[in-house]
Nanobody
Framework: VQLQASGGGLVQTGGSLRLSCAVS????????MGWFRQAPGKEREFVAAINWSGANSYHTDSVKGRFTISKDNAKNTVYLRMNSLKPEDTAVYYCAANPSLAAGTVRADYWGQGTLVTVSS
């Protein structure tokens, strides 16, 4: 399984970005896709996840109402739409295949290469 993330960049506070993660390879083994992030000097943390059909999604409390995970099944691509961005959202964002959904657990079968999001104040 290969995950290709893109869409990061520099944005001002209150701005928006959309991250993309293209999934290829043995997609029949996928149950969920997710996004995690790692801020400078901090541990990687869960952001959002969606099941493979796209019917159910989950978002961590700090991004609820601002971020939305979605999936284009025809393109095997997962998106993270980020609105009302804050400086504390600055991090490297990683897409993940089959992430653990257990609270506080950062684990996945496959990881993308990460894409940097910088929110300026």
């Amino acid at each position: 399984v290969q995950l290709q993330a893109s869409g990061g960049g520099l944005v001002q506070t209150g701005g928006s970005l959309r991250l993309s993660c293209a999934v290829s390879g043995r997609t029949y083994s996928m149950s969920h896709m997710g996004w995690f992030r790692q801020a400078p000097g901090k541990e990687r943390e869960f952001v959002a996840a969606i099941n493979w059909s796209g019917a159910n999604s989950y978002h961590t409390d700090s991004v609820k109402g601002r971020f939305t995970i979605s999936k284009d099944n025809a393109k095997n691509t997962v998106y993270l739409r980020m609105n009302s961005l804050k400086p504390e959202d600055t991090a490297v964002y990683y897409c993940a295949a089959n992430p653990s959904l257990a609270a506080g657990t950062v684990r996945a079968d496959y990881w993308g290469q990460g894409t940097l999001v910088t929110v300026s104040s």
